[in-house]
């Protein structure tokens, strides 16, 4: 039988702030409108599940980092991969983990403004959604952490919830996966983490819509309606949007980025990176390098 955890996983960090603390954010004329009532981070939490019938009290987000896992709200699910985020409203039922484990940061989020704010995280809606500013957000994670870690007082938390803005501003640059309807069909969602999974490779929509095991018009068909996007354009963004990754984080030449990324040509790499960007890759670059 497998152990499933809420929490209690080695190397974690987690801070659940007090009643007399998260009354005090209540009180602030300032913090008022948005606070935070818990913090964390899991460095690889397997078997992990959460499940809660009546809601949360509080506006959750969780980015994964690495890894995969799942979530549901009411009678909707998802899987969740390597780079995307997801939130969940207070109060609405929800359950969420993973079996393999995943590397995940989480805030828990009250507020006069909350339920607006993740509103506009979550669009019209909950199907996860990739952060571009992904190594912004999570430098962002790790210093609140750091902070937390070092000193847990009132200028602390100050800090804590004046940066909370700053940290739900970078998701809010998020591309949506899902226009408006979950993935329903399995085979669909089997190929949209084998897309993930294989940025690097040259998937045909032969290839695509044998693995769904599907005929390659009604693969197409499905495939479109469930993403908003034809396969092949899913599987293009896919690859920049990882190409995008490695441009403002490593120092690695746009030709070898274009090979990771699955081009052989580097002027078609970079004709349709400023397609889908609007930037060349060097202008990319220079703009986002972080």
Known sequence: MIDKKQEGFEGQLLFRFTPDQIEQAKRDPVHRALYATDIGYYPHALNHFVSRSAGSKSNILIHCISGNGWFEIGRESYTVCEGEFFVIPAGVSHKYGSQKGWRIYWVHIEGEMAEQVL????????????????????????????????????????????????????????????????????????????????????????????????????????????????????????????????????????????????????????????????????????????
């Not at 329903?184 to 969602?189: E, N, R, S």
């Not at 949209?192 to 695509?208: C, F, G, N």
């Not at 044998?210 to 396969?231: C, M």
Request: hydrophobic fraction near 35%.
């Open 119 to 290: 509103e506009k995280l979550a669009g019209n809606t909950y199907a996860p959604k990739i952060e571009p500013q992904r190594e912004l957000s999570i430098d962002l994670f790790r210093n609140l952490l750091k902070r937390l870690s070092l000193r847990l007082t009132s200028d602390t938390l100050s800090y804590v919830n004046f940066s909370l803005w700053h940290l739900l501003g970078l998701y809010c640059l998020h591309e949506t996966l899902s226009e408006s309807k979950p993935y329903g069909h399995q085979g669909i969602q089997e190929v949209l983490i084998y897309m993930k999974e294989h940025v690097s490779d040259r998937l045909t929509l032969a290839e695509m819509a044998g693995y769904a095991q599907l005929s390659v018009s009604r693969f197409s068909k499905l495939f479109k309606e469930q993403t908003g996007h034809s396969p092949v354009d899913f599987y293009i963004r896919l690859k920049i949007h990882r190409a995008g990754q490695l441009l403002t984080s490593t120092s690695l030449k746009i030709q070898d980025i274009a090979e990771r990324c699955g081009w052989d040509n580097p002027f078609y790499f970079s004709r349709s990176f400023h397609q889908i960007t609007g930037y060349p890759p060097k202008v990319y670059r220079k703009i986002y390098q972080i």
